[in-house]
């Protein structure tokens, strides 16, 4: 294992050089990763962004596209020949269509570049002509990012964590009776291993769908070609006191590691380990209205997620030594438009304080964080309303039906968020069932026609902003 280590942190550091210095005779490439966890809103917010910088008359926060330094953006070939393109016409075309409806979620990790050629600022900009800067936009599933969590955990720490977490849920009482009538210790019987594989994977499935966020391991939720594979046919169990060479419990130790091993780590080693900038999407109004636990459930998670990144500065030296680093880290909390413009800041503030331990472990680190709240694609308007003589603020929009279709058009009252954010915190995680105090609702709304005007992309909240934390620096 020590050998393995080693041999991948040399792989990391060759890349890393061979990067490097390609990178001073080539044209500069950023590699922007975007993650979050499910229904956070990843694939809206890349065919949004992509189409805002093609048509940038929605981004004045964007320093360079309001100096008018941006003189072309266009997209090419990704540079990785082995992943999927990422469907930004088909994705665009889902949320322009006469009827919009939002796009599918990501299932499988895609890529996209986007080229922009920049003409200089300062003195620098009469001597030079325009250059080309490259992003590659690396999109992958919520759920993969779970499970670099694991990476440090063995077998034994991972059930004994999962398994003091669903005695309590509902949504795991049928994979708890089924686990308990089994013996851990006794011999491997593979129609009984499937069967516990399949149980947990079907209280995954429900535990996502209540907006609870430790649904590990990802795979399992979204497993491709990998379904049925041993690699993906174990479950958390108690550890017994003996357990024998070839017992259930020894079988799924090893499948354990080797799902790490075969899955999570090549992922973080190709993709995850060389990221350059990063935007963490985060649903952090969908948590507060499923509840105290889920707000907790999402802090607990976010907390296990940024140990796996490496943020810190992209100094020369340190790049050849210890592989990239992350430069930059962007917390966002997205459908801002699901709230009034007058409740942002709370919204914000609440954002901050949720990641308040990821955050601050990234800072220490040397990289540069920010948070904000942001709505990708602006499904909403404002309206303010009278009610028993009490002045409201609303969104207004079209809802969606239970069965994802398009509704009739409402206007709502969200609730109102505390100017302090540990008045949800703190009931999080004090393990309170419910909010005491006030109730939090959140509709979910379908994407509003749009009807775009020649240089301009779909309307947002701060993405513009968002774009000139992660790379405007380097336009």
Known sequence: MVITTLADGLTRGIESVSDTVSGVFREPVIRLGVTGLSRAGKTVFITSLVANMMDRGRMPGLLAAADGRITAAYLQPQPNDTLPRFDYEAHLGALTAENPHWPESTRAISELRLSLRVRPSGLLGGLQGPRTVHVDIVDYPGEWLLDLGLLDKSFAEWSEETLSRTDARSEAAGYLETMRAQDAAALLDE??????????TDYLAQA???G???CTPGRFLLPGDLAGSPVLTFAPLP????PGRKSLWREFERRFEAYKSRIVKPFFRDHFARIDRQIVLVDALGA???GPQAVEDMRRAMRDILKAFRPGTNAFLSRIFMGRRVE???FAATKADHLHHSQHAQLTALIE???RDARDRAAFAGAETSALALASIRATTEETRTHEGETLNCVRGTLLTQTGK???QAAFYPGSLPDDPGKILNPARDGAERWLEAQYEVMKFAPAPLTLRPGEGPPHIRLDRAAQFLFGDRL
């Open 191 to 200: 129609t009984v291993a499937q069967r516990l594989a399949k149980s947990y």
């Open 208 to 210: 996502r769908a209540a």
């Open 212 to 214: 609870l966020s430790d």
């Open 239 to 242: 550890q017994p006191s003996t």
């Open 288 to 290: 507060v209205h499923s």
């Open 328 to 330: 930059k880290i962007l």
């Open 353 to 355: 304080a949720l990641l």
């Open 406 to 408: 398009r509704g009739k």
